[in-house]
T-cell receptor, first 113, second 118 residues
Framework: DAKTTQPPSMDCAEGRAANLPCNHSTISGNEYVYWYRQIHSQGPQYIIHGLKNNETNEMASLIITEDRKSSTLILPHATLRDTAVYYCIVRVGGGTSYGKLTFGQGTILTVHP | GAVVSQHPSRVICKSGTSVKIECRSLDFQATTMFWYRQFPKQSLMLMATSNEGSKATYEQGVEKDKFLINHASLTLSTLTVTSAHPEDSSFYIC??????????????FGPGTRLTVL
C-alpha cells in the first residue's frame, strides 16, 4: 500500500473550515484514499473515502487532485468535538489483502474556541 | 451505521494472568476482524487478522502463542493475552470489516480496551 505523508499537527478556529492535507505520491491506480479519525482514548472512526472523484458526506468533503498524488480532507465548520488525530490511509479496495489498514502518525487537529 | 462493541472497556490484572477481550459486530456480519494495539502517543499497530472459521494471521513480530485469537462466529472475535506482563499494557482495539459496495472496504472500530498489567 502507498505511503502517506501528513503534517504532524494543525490548528483551526471553531466554526471555520479545517483543511487537512495528505500526500500520497506513490499511489497506484487501484488504490483508494481513506480518512479516519481518532478522538482521544476511543477507537478510530471512518470519515470518508474516494478513488479519484471528489466526495462529500455528512461529515466531510474529500478533494483528490487530478494526478491523485495528494488529497485534502475538509471539515466545513469545525467544532471543538472535531479535535482528534486524523489519519489518511491509501490502500487497494479489493484483492487478497483487502480490509487491512496501515495507520501512519496522522495529523493532530486542535480546534480552539 | 455499523456498530462494533468491545468488552471489557478497561481491565487491570496481575502479571502472569490471562485476559480475554471480546469484539462483537452488533448489527452486521463480519467475516474478517482485525486486532490492533496502541501504545501511548503512538499510532495503531495491526497485530492480527482474524477470519471466521480459520486461524488468525499474525503480523511480523506478534507472538501468536501469547495473543490467542478466536473468531468463532460472524459476529464475535476474542483476543486472549496469555501470561500478561507489564509491557503488554496497552490500548487494544478491534475492527470489523464489511463491504457494502465495491471498493468501500469499510472497517468499523470498537471503542477499545485499556489493559493495565501490574
Amino acid at each position: 500500500d502507498a505511503k502517506t505523508t501528513q503534517p504532524p499537527s494543525m490548528d483551526c478556529a471553531e466554526g471555520r473550515a479545517a483543511n487537512l492535507p495528505c500526500n500520497h505520491s506513490t499511489i497506484s491506480g487501484n488504490e483508494y484514499v481513506y480518512w479516519y479519525r481518532q478522538i482521544h482514548s476511543q477507537g478510530p472512526q471512518y470519515i470518508i473515502h474516494g478513488l479519484k472523484n471528489n466526495e462529500t458526506n455528512e461529515m466531510a468533503s474529500l478533494i483528490i487532485t487530478e494526478d491523485r498524488k495528494s488529497s485534502t480532507l475538509i471539515l466545513p465548520h469545525a467544532t471543538l468535538r472535531d479535535t482528534a488525530v486524523y489519519y489518511c490511509i491509501v490502500r487497494v479496495g479489493g484483492g487478497t489483502s483487502y480490509g487491512k489498514l496501515t495507520f501512519g502518525q496522522g495529523t493532530i487537529l486542535t480546534v480552539h474556541p | 451505521g455499523a456498530v462494533v462493541s468491545q468488552h471489557p472497556s478497561r481491565v487491570i490484572c496481575k502479571s502472569g494472568t490471562s485476559v480475554k477481550i471480546e469484539c462483537r459486530s452488533l448489527d452486521f456480519q463480519a467475516t474478517t476482524m482485525f486486532w490492533y494495539r496502541q501504545f501511548p502517543k503512538q499510532s495503531l499497530m495491526l497485530m492480527a487478522t482474524s477470519n471466521e472459521g480459520s486461524k488468525a494471521t499474525y503480523e511480523q513480530g506478534v507472538e501468536k502463542d501469547k495473543f490467542l485469537i478466536n473468531h468463532a462466529s460472524l459476529t464475535l472475535s476474542t483476543l486472549t493475552v496469555t501470561s500478561a506482563h507489564p509491557e503488554d499494557s496497552s490500548f487494544y482495539i478491534c475492527s470489523a470489516h464489511t463491504i457494502r459496495e465495491p471498493g468501500t472496504n469499510e472497517q468499523f472500530f470498537g471503542p477499545g480496551t485499556r489493559l493495565t498489567v501490574l
